[in-house]
Every structure is written in C-alpha cells, then in structure tokens.
C-alpha cells in the first residue's frame, strides 16, 4: 500500500502518501495499526514513499548507440582503440539564467543547534551565464561567465580553452556536448571541425545530461559557491564562479567513473519494461491536448 501511487480512482487528493496516510488506507482494508506500528514497518524495509525526487524518462530511441562512444571515451577509448597521450576527451556545457540575489538583510552564522540563515527577501540584479569545460582524465575546468548564451559565446570559450598550452600539441580533442542551440548535432559538429580540425564533438542522447561529467562540477559549483545566492550585483556573481573554479583547480583531480556501458545495457533492458507504461501516458496527454480538456473539465468529468 505504502508503494502505491495515490489516484483519482482511491478518492484520495494526495500526491504523496504520509505515514498517517497509510496507517488510514490500511484501516480501510480492515488492518488495524497504530502511528508507531506502521512507521516501524515503513523503516524496517527502508520505505519513505513522502519522499520525492525529479525524474525524465529517457525518451531517445538511439540511447545506447549515442551512448556508447561517451562511455567508452569516459574510459580511454575510441572506437575499440585506446587513447593516445595526445588524444583529450572535454565535457562541455553552459549553466543558464543564474541570477544575482541581493538579500534585504545580512544572513547569520551557524551557533549552537542552530543552522547559518539567510534573508528569505532579495533583490534582483542580473542573470549570467556559465560557461566550463571539464577536462575529463585531469580533473581540471575552464569555465567563463557571458551576459548571453549561444553559438558565439561558446565557440568564443572553446577557442580560449583550446588555446591552453596543454592543449596546443593535441592530436585529437573529444568534445562531450548535449544537443543545446549552441552545440546541436545537426549544425555544430561541421561547423567546430571547420575551426577546430583537432575537434571531434560527440553529441550525448537526448535527456541524458546525467551522462555529462561536467554536471557533475556544476553541482558542486551550486553547492558549495552558489548556495545560498547573496550578490551585490552581476559582478561579484561573475567574480565568485571564476574565483571557485582557480579555488577547485588547486586540487583538481579526475572523477572516479565508474559507469559503463555495461551498465547502461542494464538500464536500457530496465527500461523497456516500463515502456508501455510512459507510452501509455504520453499518448493519454497528446489526446487531453488535442481535445483541449483543461483541469476544470477533468474534474468537472
């Protein structure tokens, strides 16, 4: 019961069950249990079904054989050949929107049984984007701020990441990007080739941004330099990511990767068994769409 989703059909206007939602869905049932009883047995089988988090069903077709080559290149190889010393893989991606937060008041350190706080009012003073290039087998990141995203400024950030003396006697650089307007397939790769010839972009499937290792510093990026957001203004923004990023080079080292495409055949064998299901309920929100039924006539109904 606890692992059910609550639905229309149990006339229960809930999202997520709590423990007392369980404990009253089994009473139903004829199941008599106290508060404690059941939260006992939620715990002894590590059950927290109030808990949530944000999932996208992988949706691309071509998973595993986009996939593939970023696993493998992940792991010094390409195409069945290992890496040569004068091959790099760069992973590549922009944060978008970070907006500057000028707090009304100033926020207080952490004392006793008490966590730091910080002023739930702001000001806004400016978006900037964030550009990095994560060099996957050392580690280290080199990243821009820009007012703008797009095509030119992030071929105006890889040519000034590309002009680093380690890179100078490269043979071959992958370039691990998603499928955004700056780097889509369909145009970037002739177009980087053109003024990068050392350049090979190798484009991830389509909602699989979890495969990008330089998400992986953007999170620490937000964590532990953006959180709690308190700027000035746009510039102290830009000064802080460009300061962490000289401050996370100091002791870079590359991520332990563990992911392979092993694993990932697992996953994708895991997802075609609940595939009909999101078909299922795509095809149910395409027709909602295409009648037009809005919230008020599905409860209306």
Not at 77 to 85: F, K, M, N, S, V
Not at 209 to 218: A, K, M, T
Request: charged share 25%; aromatic share 12%.
């Amino acid at each position: 019961m606890a692992c059910d989703r609550p639905t229309d059909e149990q006339r229960r206007p809930l999202s997520r069950f709590s423990v007392e939602d369980v404990r009253l869905r089994a009473g139903e049932r004829g199941v008599s249990m106290s508060y404690s009883t059941v939260w006992r047995l939620l715990d002894r089988d590590a059950l927290r079904p109030w808990r949530q988090r944000q999932w996208l069903f992988p949706c691309d077709p071509q998973l595993l054989q986009k996939a593939r080559p970023v696993l493998e290149l992940y792991h010094g190889r390409w195409q069945g050949e290992p890496l040569g010393p004068r091959d790099y893989v760069i992973s590549a991606d922009e944060m978008t929107g970070l907006q500057a937060l000028s707090r009304l008041h100033a926020g207080l350190g952490p004392s006793a049984a008490r966590a730091s706080r910080y002023e739930f009012e702001y000001h806004r003073e400016g978006t900037v984007c964030y550009l990095a290039f994560l060099d996957v087998f050392s580690g280290r990141v080199y990243g821009e701020t820009s007012p703008t995203t797009g095509i030119k400024p992030f071929e105006a950030a890889l040519a000034r990441c590309l002009a680093l003396p380690r890179y100078q006697n490269a043979q071959r650089i992958f370039l691990v990007v998603d499928n955004g307007s700056a780097h889509h397939p369909s145009t970037s790769p002739a177009r980087l080739r053109q003024q990068f010839p050392q350049v090979e972009a190798v484009h991830l499937p389509t909602h699989s941004s979890w495969l990008n290792q330089v998400e992986l510093y953007f999170s620490i990026v937000q964590r532990k330099a953006l959180t709690p957001r308190d700027f000035p203004n746009r510039e102290a923004l830009e000064q802080r990511l460009l300061w962490y990023q000289w401050y996370y080079n100091q002791h870079a080292e590359p991520f332990r990767w563990k992911y392979t495409v092993r694993d990932l055949e697992r996953y994708v064998e895991k997802l075609a068994r609940y595939e009909p299901v999101y078909a299922a309920a795509r095809e149910t929100a395409a027709l909602q769409t295409a009648s037009g039924a809005g919230v008020s006539e599905s409860l209306t109904n």
